[in-house]
Nanobody, 125 residues
Framework: QVQLVESGGGLVQAGGSLRLACAAS????????MGWFRQAPGKEREFLAS????????YYSYSVKGRFTISRDNAKNTVYLQMNSLQPEDTAVYYC??????????????????WGQGTQVTVSS
């Protein structure tokens, strides 16, 4: 079992930055691929980024590549999403997820078996 709790969301002006954190419980965190997703009102869940178990490999969607950075600290059981140059279209609920059966990057949402409750990010223009 893995429990995930996101934090760090909030209201920010366009061009600003936020750093999301996802604290995990459970022994499998350090061997699991982790990912960040978001869902805006009326839209489908969108994959943003994934990181392998060691933190050495990452993958980003085209929409956030160059602006967002995923990282992890296995000693703290935490994965992060640094978000820079935020725009109003980045407004959404952001979720972290764990793919405990995989240790490399995972792009497919259905392969993630644990999800956090989400944290709201609102970017004003």
């Amino acid at each position: 079992q893995v429990q995930l709790v996101e934090s760090g969301g909030g209201l920010v002006q366009a061009g600003g930055s936020l750093r999301l954190a996802c604290a995990a419980s459970g022994r499998t965190f350090s061997t699991s691929a982790m990912g960040w997703f978001r869902q805006a009102p009326g839209k489908e869940r969108e994959f943003l980024a994934s990181i392998d178990w060691s933190g050495s490999r990452t993958y980003y969607s085209y929409s956030v590549k160059g602006r967002f950075t995923i990282s992890r600290d296995n000693a703290k059981n935490t994965v992060y999403l640094q978000m820079n140059s935020l725009q109003p279209e980045d407004t959404a609920v952001y979720y972290c997820a764990a793919a405990t059966s995989y240790n490399s990057v995972v792009l497919i949402p259905n392969l993630y078996d644990y999800w956090g409750q989400g944290t709201q990010v609102t970017v004003s223009s």
